[in-house]
C-alpha cells in the first residue's frame, strides 16, 4: 500500500501490503476528499446513521428479559446445552440454569427459545473503528466489544457515550495511537528511547487500554515501549517489529498479543521464519491473531468482482465501492507481485502453528481496507480460522472466551451469572456448523434487546443513506446550518466522529465560503485533541 522507501538502519525496505497491515484509521488523503464537499456528504450521512441508531436504541427491551427453554452454546464445555433458561436485569446476567428450575419471570420480556441458540456475543479482537456505519453492522452480526487497534482521542471520547448508553454499539477496548519508529500516517514517531517511554505514559494518562507497537520500531525503542508499559500496568500488543524475535516479543518484551502472523512470517522477504515457534511460545501467556479476513483487499478482478456483488456490500458507502471497483493503480499493483508469497508463507506458518495449540483469537483488520465491510467481517473470519486448520470449538472460543482472558477481563464472554449481558440469539448449533452465527435472531447488547426486524430495519436504512452518490448532496446556508448543529448536539452526548474526517469537511466548507460552520467543527476537533492525548510526535 505504501511506496514509499523507508531506512530502517542497514536495510531499506517498501513496505507491501502484509507490512503496513494497519495504516491508522485512514491513509493520510481518503479517495474522495478531492471532492468539493464529498466530506461534507460524509459527515451529513454520519448524522442520518446517528439517527438510525437512536432509533434502534428506542426500539430495544431493557430492564427484566427472560430467554426460556433455550439451548445455551458454552464455549468452555464446547458444546451446547438444552433446556435452559437465562435471565437477564439491566446490564447483567442475573441467573441461568434448568428451565424447569427458573426463577419467578413476572414482568419479564419472555423470549421463547424453543429450537434455538444461545451464544455469547461475539468479540471482534482487531478493528479500526472510521465510521458509526460500523457500529450499526456489527451491532447486527452480533458482535457486542471489539478490540479497537490504533487509538485516538475521539474514540476515547466515543467510549463514554457507550459506556453511558447513549450509542447502541459494542463495548470498546482501545489501544494507544500506534507506535512506530518511521512517520507513517497517524502514527506516534519517537526517534529516541526517551520519547517511547514519554509517549506510554502519555497513553497510558490518556486512559487507552493497551499499548501497541509497528513493525517498525529498532529493537532499543521497542525494548523502552515494552518497559514503560510495563511500569504502566499496560499489556504491549501488536506487531513484532522487523527483526526482533517471536521469543524476545514474547518472553523478554512481554507481549500479550500478537498480529496478522508478524515475526512469523518475515516482513522483509514473505517468508516463513526459521525461528523455532514452540520454543518462542512455551511458558507464555500470549494469544495469536491471524486476521484471515485481511487478505480479502489483495482481491482483484474476478476475485473482487464476487466480493463486490456480496449482499453485505450495500452497507458500504457507494464512493468506497466505486472506488474498490476501480482497476487497480501502480501502488496495487506492486503489492499485488507480493501476495502469491504471502499466499504461499501463510498456511505453511499455520501448519506449523496448529500443532502447538496456541491461544488464537478473532479479528478482522476491518473495517478500512478495500473489499472489507464491518460486522460481516467476523463472520468471515470465524470460516476462514477453521480453513486454515482451527478447530470449531477453538474458533467460538477466539471469539467470546479467549478475548475476555487475553484482555485480563472477567466481565464477558460466556453465558454465566455475574457477567455481562451481552448475547446473540441463533437459529442452530454453531457447534455443529459456524454458518450459525449468519442466522441470529436478535441481539443482547448490555442487557437490551435488540429483535431481528429492528436490526434488519436499521440495516435497510443504512443501505439507503451509503447509496446516496455524492454528486446528488446538495450544500445550502440552511444544509451547512443543520450538519454543524447535529455535530455539536453529538458532540453533547460524547459521541465523537473520527476526527480527520470532521476536519476535511471543516476544510471543504470553509472553501465553499460557510466559514462560520467550518470554525465551529474545527472547534470540536482542536477540544478532542488537546493535551497528553494528541497524536503526534512527543516534544
Known sequence: MWTRNFSTGARTLKPNRFLTCVLGTLLATPAWAGS???????????????????????????????????????????????????VVRDRKIAWTGDAKAAPD?????????????????LTDMHVHTVSLAEQVLRLAIGNTSVRDMD???????????VDGNALPAPTPYIAGTIIADQPLYGYVVVHSEAEARQTVRNEAACGYDFIKVHNMLAQPLFDAVADEARRAGLDLVGHIPHHISIDHAVHSAGMRTLEHLKGFIQDWDLQVSPEDYAKALSGAEVWLTPTFYVNNEGAREMAAQKLLALPEMGYVALRKRERWAAPPDQDWQHNLKNQPLF????????????????????????????????????????????????????????ATTEPA???????????KTGLRADLVLLGSDPFKDLRAYRDN????????????????????????IEAEPDASFALSQTMAESVANAVEDLAKRHIALETSHVALAAAQLRNLHFAGEADRLDGLVSRLQAGPCRADTPD
Not at 426460556?68 to 435452559?84: E, F, K, L, N, T
Not at 499466499?343 to 478495500?370: K, N, S, V
Not at 482472558?405 to 453465558?415: L, T
Request: proline content about 5%; aromatic content about 8%; hydrophobic content about 50%.
Open 105 to 121: 419471570t413476572d414482568g419479564a420480556k419472555i423470549i421463547d427459545g424453543r429450537g434455538l441458540y444461545l451464544s455469547p456475543g
Open 405 to 415: 482472558a487475553a484482555m485480563r477481563r472477567n466481565d464477558f464472554g460466556q453465558i
Open 151 to 161: 487509538g485516538f482521542p475521539w474514540m476515547l471520547e466515543m467510549r463514554r457515550a
Open 36 to 86: 468539493d464537499a464529498a466530506g461534507v456528504h460524509w459527515l451529513a450521512q454520519e448524522v442520518e446513521i446517528s439517527r438510525t441508531l437512536d432509533a434502534l436504541s428506542a426500539q430495544a427491551a431493557y430492564g427484566f428479559i427472560v430467554f426460556r427453554d433455550v439451548s445455551v452454546v458454552d464455549p468452555i464445555q464446547g458444546r451446547s446445552i438444552a433446556h435452559r433458561a437465562v
Open 343 to 398: 499466499d504461499t508463507a501463510q498456511p505453511l506458518a499455520m501448519a506449523r502453528l496448529l500443532p502447538l495449540h496456541p491461544h488464537w483469537l478473532a479479528g478482522t483488520d476491518a473495517a478500512q481496507y478495500p473489499l472489507q465491510v464491518a460486522g460481516f467481517a467476523l463472520l468471515d473470519e470465524l470460516g476462514q480460522m477453521e480453513h486454515y486448520g482451527i478447530a470449531r470449538p477453538d474458533v467460538i472460543r477466539a
Open 441 to 464: 435472531r436478535g441481539v443482547v447488547l448490555r442487557g437490551h434487546w435488540f429483535a431481528r426486524p429492528s436490526l434488519d430495519q436499521a440495516l435497510a436504512q443504512l443501505a439507503a
